[in-house]
C-alpha cells in the first residue's frame, strides 16, 4: 500500500525512493507506478492549485477541484507558450522589473523583494535570480521573436546528476569518484542545454580541471537573443536597422574573447581532448550536430578512438532541422572509441534525459508522466498499447511551478513492458515535430554555431 510519506519521498528525491537503484527505477510493474504517480500527481495539484495564479486560473474555468485519474490532469498541461507570454516589449525595453512579476505568477518562491533595477541585460537579470533565489530558470534561443523562461530550481539539477552518476558509476561505492566530461559547447550558459553544464560539473567532474569545455567563456543570453533578431531582420530585408542596447555595447571584450573562440572552431578543440584525454574514461552530453561537427574535425586529423571505450555519450536533442549524413552516428563512435552512443530524449522543460534502452527505445524516468495526446482534440490516448500522437508530459520533480506542459514533438508509445527488461513506457527513436506540418513552435534552447557567429560578428562590428 503507498502511503503519505511513500508518496512525498518518490515526488521529492524519486534517488531515495528507489534506494539509489536506477534498475528499481525503471522495474515497477505497470500498474504500480501508475498508482504511485497518480498519488504524487495528486500531491502537486493540492499543494500548487491554489498558490499559483495561472494554474487556479485554469483550474476554475474547467471546474476541477480534484485528480482522480492520470487523465484528469491533461486539460491543465500548460501550452510551451505559456513560459514566454510576457509582452515581447518588456525584454526587448529592458523592463526586468515587469518581467519579474510576470515570472511571479508562474512560480511559488517570493520574488516581491528581489530589487532588479541594477539589471540592464538578460544575462544580469539572470544573473541576479541565480544568485539571490533558488531559480535556476533555462531560456530558449528565442528564434521565435523572444524568449522562453523555463523555471527550474538548482536543486532539480543537482539531483538528477545524482541519479545520472548511477549510469557511469554504479554502486555506493563510486559514489565519490569523479569522471573527465567532454563538454562541446561553451563553459557556462543559461539555456536549456547549458544548465546541464554545471550540474556535471558538479557532480560527475567535481573540479574544474575535470571539466573539458570547447569554449572556455560564458554563453550570453543576451547574444543568443541577438542572433536571433538579426535572422528575424535579415529576413524582413533589415539586417542592419537592428539596435545594440547599451549594456551589451559595455561588453566588448568580453564578446570579442567570444568571438575568437569560436574562430578556433573544433579543430583546436577536438586536437586538445586527443592530446589530455586520450584512453581516459569520460561523460558527455551535446547536440547530435555537435557530435558531428567533433568527429568530422577529428577525423579529417587522423583523430580517432580517443577515449576509453566504457566511456558514455549522450547525444540529445535529435537533427534539430541539421541535414547529418546517414552514418554520422558511426563516425562519431570511431572517433571517441566508444562501441554505441548513449541517446537521451530531453526537452527544457522536463528534468530528466530519458535514456535509449539497448532495444533502441526511450524510457520514460518513473517521475516524468507522459501523456500522448490526440493531435486534433488534445484529448489523451488509451495507456495502453501502441499509440502515435502528441507528446505532453507531467515533470513530478517541478515543487516551484506547475510540472504539466504540452509538446510539439509527436511520438510513439509502447505502453507494454520492454524487451530489454524494463517496464516504464518506451519510445520509438522516430519522433518527429508538429512544426513540419501544422506550424506549430517548440521551445528550442540552443542557438547554430551560424546564428551566433552572425550576431558575433554583428555585435563586434556595431562597437568598432
Not at 487556479?56 to 484528469?72: S, Y
Not at 566511456?311 to 549524413?325: E, N, Q, Y
Request: with cysteine.
Amino acid at each position: 500500500m503507498i502511503t503519505g510519506p511513500d508518496v512525498r519521498l518518490f515526488a521529492d528525491d524519486p534517488m531515495e525512493f528507489f534506494g539509489g537503484s536506477r534498475h528499481a527505477m525503471h522495474a515497477l510493474p505497470p500498474h504500480d507506478l501508475a498508482a504511485l504517480q497518480l498519488a504524487a500527481l495528486r500531491l502537486r495539484f493540492a499543494e500548487l492549485r491554489d498558490r499559483l495564479p495561472v494554474l487556479r486560473a485554469m483550474a476554475d474555468e474547467q471546474g476541477i477541484d480534484g485528480i482522480t485519474r492520470l487523465d484528469d490532469a491533461a486539460p491543465l498541461l500548460f501550452p510551451h507558450t505559456i513560459y514566454k507570454s510576457y509582452p515581447a516589449a518588456l525584454l526587448l525595453e529592458g523592463r526586468f522589473d515587469r518581467l519579474t512579476t510576470w515570472l511571479s505568477r508562474l512560480v511559488t518562491v517570493d520574488l516581491s523583494g528581489l530589487d532588479v533595477s541594477g539589471c540592464d541585460s538578460i544575462d544580469g537579470w539572470l544573473g541576479l535570480l541565480d544568485d539571490r533565489t533558488e531559480l535556476r530558470l533555462a531560456h530558449s534561443s528565442g528564434t521565435s521573436g523572444t524568449m522562453s523562461f523555463i523555471p527550474h530550481t538548482r536543486e532539480q539539477y543537482t539531483g538528477l546528476y545524482d541519479i545520472v552518476r548511477l549510469e557511469v558509476l554504479p554502486g555506493p561505492e563510486r559514489r565519490e569518484e569523479r569522471l573527465d566530461v567532454v563538454w562541446p559547447g561553451f563553459r557556462t550558459g543559461r539555456s536549456g542545454i547549458d544548465r546541464h553544464a554545471a550540474a556535471m560539473a558538479e557532480r560527475i567532474a567535481g573540479s574544474p580541471d575535470r571539466f573539458h569545455s570547447a569554449h572556455p567563456g560564458p554563453l550570453s543570453a543576451d547574444v543568443m537573443f541577438l542572433a536571433a533578431r538579426l535572422r528575424a531582420a535579415a529576413a524582413r530585408g533589415e539586417a542592419g536597422r537592428v539596435e545594440i542596447p547599451a549594456a551589451l555595447r559595455e561588453r566588448r571584450a568580453e564578446f570579442e574573447e567570444a568571438q575568437r573562440a569560436a574562430a578556433a572552431g573544433m579543430g583546436r578543440y577536438v586536437e586538445e581532448l586527443a592530446g589530455r584525454l586520450a584512453g581516459r574514461r569520460v561523460v558527455s552530453l551535446g547536440l547530435w550536430a555537435t557530435y558531428h561537427e567533433m568527429a568530422a574535425a577529428g577525423l579529417a586529423r587522423g583523430i580517432e578512438g580517443v577515449f576509453a571505450p566504457d566511456s558514455v555519450i549522450f547525444p540529445g536533442g535529435g537533427a534539430k532541422g541539421t541535414a547529418l549524413p546517414a552514418d554520422w552516428a558511426g563516425d562519431v563512435e570511431r572517433f571517441a572509441g566508444v562501441p554505441a552512443l548513449r541517446y537521451c530524449y530531453a526537452m527544457a522543460e522536463v528534468i530528466a534525459l530519458n535514456l535509449i534502452c539497448p532495444r533502441g527505445r526511450y524510457h520514460i524516468e518513473p517521475w516524468v508522466i507522459l501523456y500522448v495526446l490526440d493531435p486534433d482534440t488534445g484529448a489523451p490516448l488509451p495507456r495502453e498499447g501502441t499509440r502515435t500522437g502528441r507528446a505532453a508530459f507531467f515533470d513530478l520533480l517541478a515543487d516551484v511551478c506547475w510540472g504539466g506542459f504540452v509538446s510539439g514533438d509527436e511520438v510513439t508509445v509502447d505502453w507494454s513492458p520492454c524487451g530489454c527488461g524494463r517496464t516504464t513506457p518506451h519510445l520509438s527513436m522516430d519522433i518527429g515535430r508538429y512544426s513540419d506540418r501544422r506550424g506549430d513552435d517548440k521551445i528550442t534552447c540552443a542557438a547554430t554555431p551560424e546564428a551566433l557567429n552572425d550576431a558575433l560578428d554583428f555585435l563586434n562590428g556595431a562597437l568598432l
